[in-house]
DNA sequence: CTGTTAGCGCTTTCAT
DNA sequence: ATGAAAGCGCTAACAG
């Protein structure tokens, strides 16, 4: 058998030729069958399948059309943790849902923080790009809009020239951030990472004006917002950073803060992910949920149910069903999702 | 502001004329900027700035080069959940790393199970494809045969023409089954669904034959070895067929299970997700592992450490890796993967 | 270092 | 219902 790689292309012409008719009642038979007899469709076919063409090629048929029938999904420099966050995952198979039924394909496109990423987004053939959350200074961000291509953002940052679909999340997270802090008399936070650095730290309350990442940057204002309405000032507020969205590095952080002399007795965590992590930490530590420590998740994943988490409930595949749609060129009505607070026992009010 | 989508292309030539040189210099000022002067170089750029060029057309450049610099992976007919199945995630991940590396783009192939699904394999514009495990009977390997390009299957089933990276599930089985079962009078296996209908049931040791997902099959073969050589018969080896690979789904069939008339009291799963499901039942019905029933996984993820599970050990990201090299033109030593067996406090033996 | 020529494989347009 | 011509935007191969 010969080798697949060695396989030399077939084209069109060839086939046509030996089916005995013009290249275009080839190509008629494989764009639009009903134009053609069916005795010259079937030569063709016959011919096709004699020769093993397996259609117009994909790359002559994007020039020829100027569309590529695909989507791009740029996924940041989080390539590496993308597929394993569970957020990431369900905005994909949204985006997925919708390039499924339009018959479209999604590329992904692997960003790693060096410097060619740029050169990739620039040698995509798409007709379309999806960005997911990143941070205000992505060099990604440029790149996208050169393109001139419909680009949305998911999460933030906002830019010039493309769409962008969130949630608010400073309102959000002042939402749950009041229901967590409730009657606590030291509330404090586990945030993802607050520069592309990803330091992790233990902080009173950072300033919060040169968080690089929109999304974390909302949220954590959002609970300051909460603390200050409950009667905290923000830099009595513990914030624990971690590098990455993971619920053994919240455990870990969390058990840290639960050992101190002054332990938390209310943790408002970003991701589901990150609050399974703490109430191990709290368990571990003997405490008990929520009497000792409220807690509360974002997201409201399946791990929220399970522990009875208060979360932020939104729906990332539906977000990115809105991405998809709005890079097909179909700008959504709104870019502003919609969330709400899932009240369960996580937390006292 | 000019919408994006209404963007009229730039091309090449204009850019040339624009900065007074030939096509070539401006094709060379972007793919080897060494060849040209400083002086032509910045002059096309200057021009391409200008005009708003973002680099050489990826469609045009793909037909001329005969080459798309990216990798086709193919999801079946799991699109919806295989995002959200953290094997799948992992394994995705080893792709994406060497595509990362090689400055490939993955595209994601949408696949529904309807009757396009050919058609969308046909239509994709990459180099090589990997296909994520499928039925012996799933209609897209004939297609990707056909595309006469490198192409991968991981898991199975094994096609003629197509690479196969695996590990030998059967053997796995057999072994971690053997830790399963030491000591049981009452076998049972939380099993993948047995054919794409995905039908959840429960049976005494299924006629594995007709098992149309080679891996789900050589696992339930495994097993069988393993619960024969520990002196059970088969047929009295309870089956539950799940229908995804859930823990929820996983623990509610496992609940069943144990509030039998004869529970049993060994559960080997097919996944740790499914074995964590297993063990929360266990509990649930106040019951120990491994003392009432010993439970193994597979897979070796984070839970499976968390809760202390046996569990088979395998590196889907690895596996990934190897496969996105062989689509790439470059064959692997051995499709055989690596396994082993990790033993921890789910078993008894 | 720069330019000319040719053509990748296909489909749109316009004939017949 | 079928076909001829033109050209999508680019780059390999070769001159100069």
Redo the contacts between chains.
């Keep these: ?1 010969e080798s ?2 060695a ?1 030399k ?1 077939v084209t069109l012409a060839q086939v046509a030729e030996l089916a005995g008719v013009s290249v275009m009642t080839a190509s008629y038979t494989y764009n639009r069958p009903g134009r053609v007899s069916d005795d010259a469709r079937s030569k063709v076919l016959a011919a096709a399948a004699e020769l ?1 063409y ?2 117009p ?7 020829r059309r ?1 569309t ?3 989507l ?1 999904v740029v996924l940041g420099e989080h ?2 943790y ?3 966050d ?1 957020q990431a ?2 905005f ?2 949204g985006i ?2 919708v ?2 039924d339009r ?10 923080g060096a410097a ?1 990423d740029t ?2 987004i ?5 007709d379309g790009f999806i960005v997911w959350t990143t941070s205000d200074d992505d060099p990604i961000l440029g ?1 996208v ?7 949305v953002v998911h999460g933030g940052p906002a830019v ?2 493309l769409e962008l679909v969130s949630i608010d999340n400073r309102a959000a997270a002042r939402a749950i951030g009041a229901v967590a802090f409730a009657g606590a008399r030291r509330p404090a936070v586990v945030s993802f990472p607050l520069s592309r650095a990803r330091i992790s730290a233990v902080t009173g309350g950072p300033d919060t004006s040169g968080v690089l990442f929109p999304v974390t940057r909302e949220r954590l204002e959002g609970y300051r917002q909460a603390a200050e309405a409950t009667g905290f000032a923000w830099h009595d507020v513990v914030v624990a950073v971690c590098a990455h969205n993971d ?2 590095e919240a455990e870990r952080i969390a058990a840290t803060l639960l050992s101190s002399t002054e332990p938390p007795d209310a943790i408002a965590a970003m991701s589901d992910e990150q609050a399974a992590g703490v109430v191990r930490a709290v368990r571990a530590a003997r405490l008990a949920v929520p009497h000792d420590v409220a807690v509360t998740g974002w997201d409201d994943a ?1 791990v929220a149910a399970r522990l009875g988490l208060t979360t932020v409930a939104q729906s990332l595949r539906e977000q990115g069903a809105t991405c998809a749609r709005a890079a097909l ?1 179909q700008p959504p009505d709104s870019g502003a999702a919609s969330w709400s607070v899932v009240r369960r026992a996580s937390t006292r009010a």
């Design positions: 058998m697949p790689v396989a292309r093993g397996s259609g090629d994909p790359s002559a048929r994007s020039l100027g590529t029938r695909t791009g390539l590496t993308a597929f394993e569970p995952a369900s994909l198979a997925a849902d390039c499924a018959g479209y394909g999604m590329t992904i496109l692997p960003i790693t060619d050169e990739r620039r040698a995509a053939a798409v790149a809009r050169a393109m001139r291509r419909p680009a010039d020239g619920a053994a399946a060129g």
